[in-house]
Antibody, heavy 117, light 108 residues
Framework: QVQLVESGGGLVKPGGSLRLSCAASGFTFGDYYMSWIRQAPGKGLEWVSYISSSASTIYYADSVKGRFTISRDNPKNSLYLQMNSLRAEDSAVYYC??????????WGQGTMVTVSS | EIVMTQSPATLSVSPGERATLSCRASQSVSSNLAWYQQKPGQAPRLLIYGASTRATGIPARFSGSGSGTEFTLTISSLQSGDFAVYYCQQYNNWPPLTFGGGTKVEIK
């Protein structure tokens, strides 16, 4: 079945780094645009980053620009988010999601990132 | 950046009743609007895209309407599994892709 599975979350100190991964299965990963979206505890959804199918177009939210890097490996059916210079306000559940006409039609279960000393 | 505002923040509805949720955009987003449902501890689920097109597998009791700056999600007869938080999201002018703050539909 169509599935996205995130991994790589955890506890990290402020200023630290973390790399999230998202493994796709059940569909032709390389045909789809992908995004990362996050949700702080008890809060709403915040779009983080977008990558086109060939990685030729990449966008970031202002809140993470210059600190986060999105990438993908189509032969490995994988999406990544490299997060550097992490702050307390980056603490959230991070979801990877597939885009259908710029709406997110498939979501992973999420991976929790906690930034705390 | 387009700001999405949802109302009310909380909606108390009895099972079997109709629920009407609103989403307003700070500027026109045409019909480039989606609705999601999120239950506690779960990822969001796409319900509606293109303002009124139901996603695959979504029951007909969910319907979306509107265009421009005013949108509505209607749940015609609430079932127990429909009590959740609902988010709207615009994808007309981006980046950034922006979400509303959510409406919690609770049991009355």
């Amino acid at each position: 079945q169509v599935q996205l599975v995130e991994s790589g979350g955890g506890l990290v100190k402020p200023g630290g780094s973390l790399r999230l991964s998202c493994a796709a299965s059940g569909f032709t990963f390389g045909d789809y645009y992908m995004s990362w979206i996050r949700q702080a505890p008890g809060k709403g959804l915040e779009w983080v980053s977008y990558i086109s199918s060939s990685a030729s177009t990449i966008y970031y939210a202002d809140s993470v620009k210059g600190r986060f890097t999105i990438s993908r490996d189509n032969p490995k059916n994988s999406l990544y988010l490299q997060m550097n210079s992490l702050r307390a306000e980056d603490s959230a559940v991070y979801y990877c999601a597939r885009l259908l006409v710029r709406a997110f039609d498939i979501w992973g279960q999420g991976t929790m990132v906690t930034v705390s000393s | 950046e387009i700001v999405m505002t949802q109302s009310p923040a909380t909606l108390s509805v009895s099972p079997g009743e109709r629920a009407t949720l609103s989403c307003r955009a700070s500027q026109s987003v045409s019909s480039n609007l989606a609705w999601y449902q999120q239950k506690p501890g779960q990822a969001p689920r796409l319900l509606i895209y293109g303002a009124s097109t139901r996603a695959t597998g979504i029951p007909a009791r969910f319907s979306g309407s509107g265009s421009g700056t005013e949108f509505t999600l209607t749940i015609s007869s609430l079932q127990s599994g429909d009590f959740a938080v609902y988010y709207c999201q615009q994808y007309n002018n981006w980046p950034p892709l922006t979400f509303g703050g959510g409406t919690k539909v609770e049991i009355k």
